[in-house]
């Protein structure tokens, strides 16, 4: 089936420190979203692209749309304890009536605080 | 509340068990989906329902698995005769349009066969 590749699995993070992740797909995608989860919650949405090439800021997130549709990256600027977590990539994979609907999603990565 | 809820928060069952899984929406949302989370991966996806018609099961791993949602807002995931493959966090997802809109996540509910 359709799969992204997402990495880094996992990365230690300092405070203050950036951080960036990437996402790949072998097919097109029309719409690229990111999600954080936390322990023992559902997936929140952080950044929503609909537009290939597209650059979008959310606070201290910038993500990116690639231009070719099939990858995109997350970058967190001056990172903070609140920031651990594990990050999704996420596209849109299904088609109903025109418009889609199932998630597809990434294995995630892991932010940790550096020890 | 505000947001989707799911009950049980915690589910541990007996291989060959019958579990039911409790989603409820939030009000007024079109689009209600049911994913499976396994450990260290991604949510992938089970089941999607725009109001009570489940227009797209795919994803569901068996004829073990079954979903309802006969009036279109409270959503029950079913998993019959269940397997230690079974364990995993069973999330669901509400929308408010159709199937194209930001999709609101729910804590999950984890299931762990013994």
Known sequence: GQQLNQSPQSMFI????????????????????????DPGEGP??????????????????TAQFGITRKDSFLNISASIPSDVGIY??????????????NLIFGKGTKLSVKP | GAGVSQSPRYKVAKRGQDVALRCDPISGHVSLFWYQQALG???????YFQNEAQLDKSGLPSDR????????????????RTQQEDSAVYLCASSLS????????????????L
């Open chain 1, 14 to 37: 300092q405070e203050g420190e950036d951080v960036s992740m990437n996402c790949t797909s072998s097919s097109i995608f029309n719409t690229w979203l990111w999600y954080k989860q």
């Open chain 1, 44 to 61: 929140v949405l952080l950044i929503a692209l609909y537009k290939a090439g597209e650059l979008t800021s959310n606070g201290r997130l």
């Open chain 1, 88 to 101: 999704f990539c996420a596209v849109r994979g299904g088609n109903y009536g025109g418009s889609q609907g």
């Open chain 2, 41 to 47: 991966q991604g949510p992938e996806f089970l089941t």
């Open chain 2, 65 to 80: 698995f079954f979903a309802e949602r006969p009036e279109g807002s409270v959503s029950t995931l079913k998993i019959q």
């Open chain 2, 98 to 113: 159709l199937a194209g809109g930001e999709q609101f996540f729910g804590p999950g509910t984890r299931l762990t066969v």
